[in-house]
């Protein structure tokens, strides 16, 4: 479904309220302007997205989740946090990762260090 500025905008307020209420956290996919309009908690980007370094800054440190579709290349992602896809499903192409390529990622994550989280869709 796509939505003009101003509906998704209106989405985005109804969710943020939602989730500070019910004391979630809300993450804005890929758009940094929305997700600092509305106070987002984090931003998730592509892999071929904005700089994690610039969503950083601009955002006033919020956390960056990145997108990743290498198990690979998952321990050179510099963001709090990686979403490696597609895992269990083909998506856009894309062979499903599977679990082994999951244990891939997520020893190379180990590798790179502690402080990251590793998120499979």
Same mark, same amino acid.
């Given at each position: 479904? &796509?939505?003009d500025? *101003?509906?998704?905008?209106?989405? /985005?307020?109804?969710?943020?309220?939602?989730? %500070? %209420?019910? =004391?979630? @956290?809300?993450?804005?996919?890929? %758009?940094?302007?929305?997700?600092?309009?509305?106070? +987002?908690?984090?931003? #998730?980007?592509?892999? %071929?997205?904005? +700089?994690?370094?610039?969503?950083? *800054?601009f955002?006033? =440190?919020?956390?960056?989740?990145? &997108?990743? #579709?290498?198990?690979?290349r998952?321990?050179?992602?510099?963001?709090?946090a990686?979403v490696l896809?597609?895992?269990?499903?083909? $998506?856009? /192409? +894309?062979?499903?990762?599977?679990?082994? /390529?999951?244990r $891939?990622?997520?020893e /190379? @994550? $180990?590798?790179? =260090?502690?402080?990251?989280? @590793?998120? &499979?869709?």
């Amino acid at each position: 479904m &796509a939505l003009d500025a *101003r509906a998704r905008l209106a989405l /985005g307020g109804e969710l943020r309220e939602t989730t %500070r %209420r019910s =004391g979630q @956290l809300l993450a804005v996919n890929d %758009r940094l302007d929305v997700a600092r309009l509305l106070g +987002a908690d984090a931003v #998730h980007l592509g892999e %071929r997205s904005f +700089a994690t370094e610039d969503a950083r *800054r601009f955002l006033g =440190g919020a956390p960056v989740l990145r &997108a990743c #579709h290498d198990p690979g290349r998952v321990g050179a992602v510099d963001a709090e946090a990686v979403v490696l896809s597609p895992v269990c499903q083909p $998506r856009k /192409g +894309a062979p499903a990762l599977g679990i082994e /390529g999951l244990r $891939r990622a997520a020893e /190379g @994550l $180990r590798r790179a =260090g502690p402080t990251r989280r @590793l998120y &499979a869709l």
